[in-house]
């Protein structure tokens, strides 16, 4: 098992001296893995008086050198590298962190957010999760590895997960709340993550009366022909008194079948699921923070198109989803996607 590739970032003299210890790390003749350990630490120790601060240790990232990232390789690092190189590079335990905010503001179930939206308007949200499915770190060539998802039977299925950043106040969600993807991937160095926002095809239109969790849930389910709302961001949008309703649903539309409890048969016309890529991303150290206010920047939240669900529920017909759209990544009608601004990485 190597300790390096040819991709890795040193100076040739410590790229071919660390190759060595590669090989020497083979021999049985050593014994145990102990003995082979001590030796290659004792050897390894000078690489870091010799090694610039922005050479990183196998950065191909299959065996953990710079851990976190700071483009340089400390004696625990160091250490780590060994060690999992020993051990033929295992899978580590990886935790992505979600957080949701409104124009910058911590979400919190029935607080009021002020001057939302192109009318600065009161927003009160009592709703706020989504599915992300697809997961995928990104390391420093840009390759992508597979996170591997725990199993947990409650927020987590199969290459999905359910973020639930609410707490039931206002009566429609439930009072467990979730903010973390967890899975595993191999020890390596990340700097980005890739995922799919929403659910794939053949997730996307199950029974959720019969489905496990998380896709028994009934408040993100529109119905079985045009599937689950990947995102649901509930509220009242306007002054205390006179304020109306606000939602905005994202799922797939144009999906074929005679009725809405037959499935398509294949993918819907608008599947409405953007592929989300964030850079400068590290599971270690970093948070991805999903931002509604800065989707709903230029609608106007208190007015709604007549003869359509309040605020944007995705129907292509919808004018009221032509500015929010384009910020989830996706075109509506004959207005372009843009760059996402839902997420960020903080």
């Known amino acids: 098992m190597a300790i390096l590739t040819e991709r890795t970032a040193l100076y040739p003299i410590a790229s071919i001296f660390l190759n060595q210890l590669s090989q020497l790390a083979s021999f049985d003749s050593l014994g145990g893995g102990t003995m082979k350990r001590n030796i290659l630490m004792t050897m390894c120790a000078p690489i870091l008086l010799t090694t610039p601060s922005w050479a990183q240790l196998d950065i191909n990232g299959m065996c953990v050198g710079d851990r976190n990232g700071d483009r340089s390789v400390t004696v625990d690092e160091l250490v780590t590298a060994v060690n999992n190189s020993l051990g033929e590079c295992p899978s580590r335990d990886i935790e992505i962190s979600f957080a949701a905010t409104v124009g910058g503001e911590d979400f919190e ?93 053949d997730m996307n239109h199950e029974n959720a009366e019969q489905a496990d969790p998380p896709l028994n849930v009934s408040g993100m389910f529109w119905n079985w022909n045009g599937g689950y709302k990947f995102i649901r961001v509930d509220g009242f949008a306007g002054p205390e008194g006179s304020a109306v309703n606000y939602n905005l649903h994202l799922g797939s539309t144009g999906c074929n079948g005679s009725s809405p409890l037959n499935p398509p048969t294949e993918e819907c016309a608008n599947p409405n699921r953007p592929e989300v890529t964030l850079m400068g991303f590290n599971p270690d150290q970093n948070v991805i923070v999903a931002d509604v206010g800065r989707v709903l920047a230029d609608a106007d939240l208190e007015m709604n198109q007549a003869e359509t669900a309040p605020g944007c529920q995705s129907q292509p017909f919808d004018g009221d989803c032509t500015t929010i759209f384009p910020k989830l990544g996706l075109p509506f009608g004959e207005t372009p996607a843009e760059q996402q601004v839902l997420f960020s990485v903080e």
């Open 109 to 201: 179930c029935g607080a009021t957010y002020p001057g939302q939206g192109s009318g600065d308007a009161d927003l009160r949200l009592t709703d706020y999760r989504f599915y992300v499915s697809n997961i995928r770190l990104i390391d420093g060539e840009g390759n992508e590895v597979a996170l591997e998802l725990e199993q947990d039977g409650q927020w987590q299925q199969g290459s999905a997960a359910l973020l639930d950043f609410e707490d039931a106040c206002g009566g429609a969600g439930n009072e467990g709340m979730n903010s973390t993807v967890r899975g595993t991937a191999p020890a390596g160095v990340y700097s980005g993550v890739r995922f799919d926002f929403g659910l794939p095809f």
